[in-house]
């Protein structure tokens, strides 16, 4: 039963347009959200996150929402530059991030056309 | 400098045998991860180890044993390899209670 869903595979987007990737949860205990972002032959690399207690955290161009009564996230991308194309993978967590298990959602591959 | 590195980057090997993966990290982290993506793209949790002591193990067989001989390295050994084992392999870690947790390059491992 996965926990953390993505249900988009793929996103392609214009260049200097708004990347908006989707991730739905169904653990309720999940206090802490993050946004990895994986090339190929590489391992994930922290993007952004955020806590239960917040609804919004912004990092440059990169920005995560969170809605709590929907258990779902998303990770907004503006402006969109192609090397932003990779896949982007949404984790959860229960005790704030701090017990180390991460449940992955299956990654959404997003392709940024110049 | 390499923060998470793991050998080999490519694993070939033939059922039943013993393989090992090795990780190291420079990152003066004191909890290091493996996780397991399979076929499918899912990213799971295997283990956890906190300075040298194992904290997680998510229902992995036994065939998989986890080693720490010091806090900045956590080698995988899987014994008797089976098809189901071809996946890539990812190596983590970070500090205690930390949030962000920093991944190695990944071994694929190939089962024939």
């Known amino acids: 039963d996965q926990q953390v869903k993505q249900n988009s595979p793929s996103l392609s987007v214009q260049e200097g347009r708004i990347s908006i990737l989707n991730c739905d949860y169904t653990?309720?205990?999940?206090?802490?959200f993050l946004w990895y972002k994986k090339y190929p032959a590489e391992g994930p690399t922290f993007l952004i996150s955020?806590?239960?207690?917040?609804d919004k955290n912004e990092d440059g161009r990169f920005t995560v929402f969170l809605n709590k009564s929907a258990k779902h996230l998303s990770l907004h991308i503006v402006p969109s530059q192609p090397g932003d194309s990779a896949v982007y993978f949404c984790?959860?967590?229960?005790?704030?991030?701090?017990?180390?298990?991460?449940?992955f959602g299956k990654g959404t591959k997003l392709s940024v056309k110049p | 400098d390499t923060a998470v590195s793991q050998t080999p980057k490519y694993l070939v090997t033939q059922m039943g045998n013993d393989k090992s993966i090795k990780c190291e990290q420079n990152?003066?982290?004191?909890?290091m991860y493996w996780y397991k993506q399979d076929s499918k793209k899912f990213l799971k949790i295997m283990f956890s180890?906190?300075?040298?002591?194992?904290?997680i193990n998510e229902t992995v067989p036994n065939r998989f044993s986890p080693k720490s001989p010091d806090k900045a390295h956590l080698n995988l050994h899987i014994n008797s390899l089976e098809l189901g084992d071809s996946a890539v392999y990812f190596c983590?870690?970070?500090?205690?209670?930390?949030?962000?947790?920093?991944f190695g390059p990944g071994t694929r491992l190939t089962v024939l």
């Open positions: 955020i806590s239960s207690i917040k």
């Open positions: 983590a870690s970070s500090h205690t209670g930390g949030n962000e947790q920093f």
């Open positions: 990152l003066g982290h004191d909890t």
């Open positions: 180890y906190n300075n040298k002591e194992l904290i």
């Open positions: 653990n309720s205990m999940f206090d802490y």
């Open positions: 984790a959860a967590s229960e005790g704030g991030g701090s017990q180390g298990n991460l449940i």
